[in-house]
Structures are given as C-alpha cells and as structure tokens.
C-alpha cells in the first residue's frame, strides 16, 4: 500500500535532485528519507529511482507515480479539512498565493472578513505572478491561487482542469508625467505614446503591452522595465516615460507626479480565484473563495 508520507518524500526528492537536499526540505535526516524511499520502491514492487553517484533520476514508475503524486495528496488534503471541520476539530487553513497587485488591494479586504466570520482560519500568504501560481496550485504548494489573464490571450486551455471562480475585469490605463501634453486628455489611443519611451511591467504584461502597441502599429520603445508597481509609477512621475498599469495597480500605488489616462481600445485582464476541484470542497478553501468574490465586487462598486 502506498501511503501519502512516502509519496511527500518522493516529490521532494524529485524536486531537489538529493536524498540530502529533500531532508532539508523535509525537516528530516537523510537516513529517514532512504529508508521511506525503500518502503516506497516495495510498496510500488519496482524501483523508482536510478542512483547514479550523486545524482537521483526517476524511473519510467517514478515519473509516473510522482505526475499523479499532487492529485492524491490534495485529495488527501481536502478529505482531512473536511472531516475536522465537520468533527469540529479545527476550522481549517488555506494557503493563498497572488500577484502584488492583487495581495495589497483583493486579499486585505477579503482576510480581514474571513478572520472576523471565522477566527479559527489561517491564512499564509506568499506573492507570485501567473503561470508560476497556477503552476504552484497543481504542485500541491498552495490551496488557492489569485490570477489573472488578458483578454484575447490563447490561454483558456490552461486552466481547464481547475475550479475558476470569476471575481473581476481590471482595465488598463495610460499613466503619464504630470507635465505631459496628454496629461489632462480624458481619453487618449495607445498610438498616441508611439514616440514615447515606454516604462513596462511584470513579463506577462510587458508581453501584453508589445501586443497591443503592435496591433496599433507601432513597437513601443521600452527603456524600462520592472515587477514594482511603485518603480513603475516613480519612474513616471520623475519623467522618464509613459506606462499602461491595470487599475489594481494604480489602486495600490499613490501615483505621485504622475496621472492617469483613459486609453482605447479598452484592453482588460480577467482577476480569478483557481483552485483544485477536490479542494473546492474544503470549507475554509470555500470560504476564502466567497470572500475573495465580495472584496471583488466591492472594488469594483468604488
């Protein structure tokens, strides 16, 4: 029988290249991870690992046992969260990653009305942007995950297999020195910035950006590029060049020295809670879900 402590062990190893380095990860000695990769390899009656000096590789079984590793054990997971939140035995807890943008302006709003209706929760928070928290749903490595995607992307597919729980659409707007000839225009076109040098974000929406500016006819010319929104926004108040941010981002950013600009054609990014199917069940998973959605209408209603 194949016991989920073992399977754990061996998506660490896999993860890590070592007994050594899973140990570390593990919290454990690396004779107690030899010894449940043992009970493993029995368990499954074929070895899992081919040892090569100091180097681990998976076998044909190991790859496969460690592909189906994450399902299992989040089916673990939401069985354990259901049942002790039934029982009474605890009220649950939720590992939540999201964007920055998202982390200072959604999840605020949303943690503090589930502490309040369910104090017993915890909630750990680590920031990363899309595909890297999705990827970390799937891994096993958070409950749910806060993403987003722009419209028109060739990406539906990417989330077919998870819980999709639309929360809001989050335009994109021109952001300009205070100085600047379009500084008081009330709408510009994105071809109005082609001469302009352009400050640009996180990877995904610098890639947005040249897509937009190329379906408008122009490359923009990027003279900066940073994942801080404040950088961002710093950067334009001091001159140095236009941007275009999602409004969350703006939100979260005083935007000193610099304003914002309606631009058209209106482009948006889809804000979304993911998580697994099984772990949807769990009731502190739900929860943060419902109050991911509230703090999202509320955003949207200011």
């Keep these: 029988m194949i016991e989920a402590r073992h399977l754990r062990v061996l998506r660490a190893v896999a993860a890590t290249g070592s007994f050594s380095a899973a140990a570390r990860e593990l919290g454990c000695t690396q004779p107690a991870v030899s010894q449940q990769m043992k009970a493993l390899e029995t368990s499954a009656g074929t070895p899992l690992l081919i040892r090569t000096g100091r180097e681990m590789r998976l076998t044909q079984a190991g790859e496969a046992l460690v592909r189906h ?26 590992r939540l990653v999201s964007f920055p943008s998202g982390s200072s302006t959604l999840v605020p709003t949303a943690l503090a009305a589930l502490r309040a209706e369910h104090p017993g929760t915890r909630v750990s928070l680590v920031e990363a942007e899309p595909p890297r928290s999705v990827e970390m749903l799937r891994e096993g490595d958070c409950d749910v995950a806060l ?10 597919e990417e989330w077919d297999d998870l ?31 082609a001469d302009e040098p352009w400050i640009a974000g996180c990877p995904r929406c610098r890639r947005q950006l040249v897509e937009v500016c190329r379906g408008a006819g ?6 900066f590029a940073t994942d801080d929104y404040p950088a961002v926004v710093g950067l334009v108040g001091a001159g140095l060049g236009v941007a275009v941010l999602p409004e969350l981002a703006i939100e979260s950013v005083r935007p000193k020295g610099a304003r914002t600009v309606t631009v058209e054609p ?18 502190a998973v739900a929860a943060t879900l419902d109050h991911l959605a509230k703090a999202a209408v509320r955003t949207a209603t200011r």
Excluded: K
Aim: hydrophobic share 55%; glycine share 8%; aromatic share 4%.
């Design 218 to 223: 122009f490359a923009p010319r990027i003279d």
């Design 69 to 94: 590793a994450a399902g299992i054990l989040a089916g673990l997971t939401a069985a354990e969260e259901e049942v002790a939140a039934i029982a009474g035995l605890r009220a649950g807890r939720v």
């Design 266 to 283: 209106a482009v948006q990014r889809e804000i979304v809670a993911l998580t697994l199917p099984d772990l949807a069940q769990v009731p």
């Design 163 to 193: 819980v999709v729980r639309p929360l809001l659409a989050d335009r994109l707007v021109g952001l300009v020195p205070e100085g600047h000839a379009l500084a008081d225009a009330g709408s510009v076109t994105i071809d109005a910035f």
């Design 147 to 156: 993403a987003f995607r722009y419209e028109g992307a060739h990406a539906a």
